[in-house]
Nanobody, 120 residues
């Protein structure tokens, strides 16, 4: 089991920046990939950024060059630095991790979400 707690959301003007943080606890050693998803009102949850189990970085096309995902294993933290924010970035942002067991079964864990609102 892994527990995730996000923080850092809030209200910001267009062009501003926010850094989201996600604190992980529990069976940390089993974590493979980590990521941030977001869900805007009336829309499906979508991937914003991800660090794969091979440490590759994946970004949604519309956030490339503006968002940076990072992971601090020593502190059990996952971050999403968001710069040059746009109103269309407004959403609830969720931290997620994927773990695996010795039999290669994979499990996904999600945080409770943090609201990001970008005003125009």
């Amino acid at each position: 089991q892994v527990q995730l707690v996000e923080s850092g959301g809030g209200l910001v003007q267009a062009g501003g920046s926010l850094r989201l943080s996600c604190a992980a606890s529990g069976n940390i050693a089993s974590i493979n990939s980590v990521g941030w998803y977001r869900q805007a009102p009336g829309k499906r949850r979508e991937l914003a950024a991800k660090i794969t189990d091979s440490s590759s970085l994946i970004y949604k096309e519309s956030v490339k060059g503006r968002f940076t995902i990072s992971r601090d294993n020593a502190k059990n933290m996952i971050y999403l630095q968001m710069n040059v924010l746009k109103p269309e970035d407004t959403a609830v942002y969720y931290c997620t991790v994927t773990t695996s067991d010795p039999w290669r079964n994979e499990y996904d864990y999600w945080g409770q979400g943090t609201q990001v609102t970008v005003s125009s």
